[in-house]
C-alpha cells in the first residue's frame, strides 16, 4: 500500500516521559493514520497531524452507530525496540465486527501496515514508566450523508495512539468490585454483543453508571435469561477453582472473543488448566460462598490481567471471592501475560511483531 506522509515539522524530538501516572487513553500522539472506502475500494492512505474529522451532519455513524473498533497494544523490549502484541488477532477481529455491522472489511495486512507506519511515527511518545504501554485504537465509521436506515456506501477507517497507563486507576495492586444484576444486559442472541461496535459501549454507560452506586466498577453481565456469566464489564471473565482449573466462558454472538483470553487458552503452564465452560450463575455464587472458587477477575486489552476482590447484589449482599486479595494464580497469569509482553518470557510464535524503523 502507498501512505502519504504530512509530518509536523515540530515533532516530539525527546522521550516523553511525564512526572504523573498516564491515566488510560488520555493522551494523544502527534499523528494519526486515515483511510476512506469510497464504495468499491480502501484509497487514500495517510498519516497526518492528529486532529478533526470533518464528517456530514447526516453521516451514517452519527445517526445509527455504524462504527466499529479495536484496541491493543505494542510494548517497549530492554533492547530498546517496540514490539506490537497480537495486531494480527485485533486485525482479524475488526473484520468480523465488518461483517456483523455489513461493513468493508480491510486486509489483514493493510491493518498491519497502517500501525506499524503510525507506531513507527511516533517512536519517540513511547511512555517510559513502569506498567505503561501504547494503546492503539483503529476504528472505522460510516459517513455517507444518507438517513436511511441502510448501511453506508463510504467510510473512513483511522487509527490513533495513545500512551497509557494501566485501565483501572489502582492498577493490578487492588482488586475490583463488579455489581451483579439481571437489571441490565449487554447483549442478546442474534445482536452485534461479538462485535467490537461502538454501540455496545454506549449502551453500557447506564449500567456502568447504575454499578458506581454501589462503588462497583463495572457489571458482571449475565445472559439474556439470567442463567449464565456473561462479560466482566469491558474485559472476559475468568475464575479460579482449587483444582487449579482456570475457566473462562465459552465464546458465543453474545460475548466478545478476547485476545487476551484466546493468549491465555493457548499458554500452557505447568499445573493448571486453562479452558472454557458455560458458566451457571447459581453454581458460581454457591462456589464462592463454599470456597471452590478462589480467585475471579478479567482478560482485557486495557485492563490486562484484572482481579476482581468481590461481586454485590442489588439488595447488598457481598460475596469476597477468596480473602479478596490478588491469588497466586491470578499473580502467575498476570506475570506470565506482562513478561511475554515486555519481552522478559519467551513469546509463543508469532506473537510479537517489531516495529520496524522507517522514519
Ligand atoms: N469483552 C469486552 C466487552 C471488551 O470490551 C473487551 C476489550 O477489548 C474484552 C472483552 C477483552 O478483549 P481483548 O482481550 O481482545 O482486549
Ligand atoms: C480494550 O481492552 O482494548 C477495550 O477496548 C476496552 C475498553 C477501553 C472499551
Redesign the pocket.
Known amino acids: 500500500m502507498h501512505i502519504d506522509y504530512t509530518l509536523k515539522s515540530d515533532r516530539r524530538t525527546e522521550q516523553f516521559v511525564p512526572t504523573e501516572q498516564l491515566i488510560f487513553g488520555k493522551t494523544r500522539t502527534d499523528h494519526m493514520f486515515l483511510m476512506d472506502y469510497d464504495g468499491e475500494q480502501w484509497t487514500n492512505a495517510r498519516v497526518v497531524p492528529y486532529g478533526d474529522i470533518a464528517v456530514a451532519p447526516g453521516a451514517v455513524v452519527l445517526h445509527y452507530g455504524q462504527e466499529i473498533f479495536e484496541?491493543c497494544k505494542s510494548f517497549k523490549h530492554e533492547d530498546g525496540e517496540i514490539y506490537g502484541f497480537r495486531w494480527d488477532e485485533n486485525a482479524k477481529r475488526l473484520n468480523e465486527s465488518a461483517k456483523i455491522m455489513i461493513m468493508p472489511e480491510i486486509d489483514v495486512e493493510i491493518q498491519l501496515e497502517a500501525m506499524h507506519a503510525l507506531m513507527d511515527v511516533e517512536r519517540l511518545w513511547f511512555p517510559e514508566q513502569d506498567g505503561a504501554s501504547m494503546y492503539l485504537r483503529p476504528f472505522m465509521f460510516g459517513t455517507s450523508d444518507s438517513l436511511g436506515v441502510k448501511p453506508s456506501k463510504t467510510y473512513t477507517y483511522c487509527v490513533f495512539l495513545s500512551p497509557s497507563g494501566p485501565y483501572y486507576k489502582a492498577g493490578f495492586s487492588d482488586p475490583i468490585k463488579l455489581l451483579i444484576t439481571s437489571r441490565f444486559h449487554?447483549a442478546a442472541p442474534g445482536g452485534s454483543g461479538a462485535a467490537?461496535a461502538g454501540g455496545?459501549y454506549g449502551c453500557s454507560m447506564r449500567s456502568i453508571q447504575f454499578a458506581q452506586k454501589f462503588d462497583a466498577s463495572q457489571v458482571l453481565y449475565l445472559d439474556a435469561t439470567n442463567q449464565f456469566i456473561e462479560?466482566a464489564g469491558?474485559?472476559?471473565h475468568y475464575h479460579v477453582t482449587k483444582d487449579n482449573e482456570v475457566i473462562i466462558p465459552h465464546f458465543t454472538d453474545t460475548i466478545?472473543k478476547?485476545?487476551?483470553?484466546c493468549s491465555m487458552l493457548e499458554l500452557e503452564l505447568e499445573g493448571l488448566t486453562i479452558r472454557q465452560e458455560f458458566i451457571g450463575f447459581q453454581k458460581f455464587m454457591a462456589d464462592i460462598q463454599s470456597g471452590h472458587i478462589t480467585e475471579c477477575g478479567g482478560?482485557?486489552?486495557?485492563a490486562g490481567v484484572s482481579p476482581v476482590g468481590s461481586y454485590i447484589l442489588e439488595n447488598e449482599t457481598t460475596y469476597t471471592v477468596g480473602e479478596g486479595k490478588i491469588g497466586p494464580v491470578t499473580q502467575r497469569l498476570y506475570d506470565t501475560l506482562t513478561g511475554i509482553q515486555k519481552g522478559s518470557i519467551k513469546a509463543p510464535d508469532g506473537w510479537l511483531q517489531k516495529v520496524e524503523r522507517k522514519h
Open positions: 484496541g449487554r467490537k455496545n462479560e469491558a474485559m472476559n466478545l478476547s485476545i487476551t483470553s482478560f482485557g486489552t486495557a
